[in-house]
């Protein structure tokens, strides 16, 4: 059986809102389903965003390093 409707967004988002919660979360679950990477994405762009930094003594202390690292393999 097919059952096809041509409603509107707005009409759609009212007939979510009057759903019971356990039907809320079955639809949730088939939402994040059926929509592939978005997340995965959205989750690593966060990772990136939240990852630590290196302070200005550690950029410098790392310099110094590449700096004498460089100069020990011309001698």
Known sequence: M???MEIG???LIQAIKQL???QLIKLQAEINRTIPNRTEKEDFKNF???APVFS???ISLIEGARKSINT???N
Do not use: N
């Open 56 to 58: 200005e003594d550690q």
């Open 2 to 4: 097919e059952l096809k």
């Open 72 to 74: 020990w393999g011309k």
């Open 9 to 11: 967004l707005d009409q």
């Open 48 to 50: 990136l965003l939240q």
């Open 20 to 22: 019971p919660a356990k």
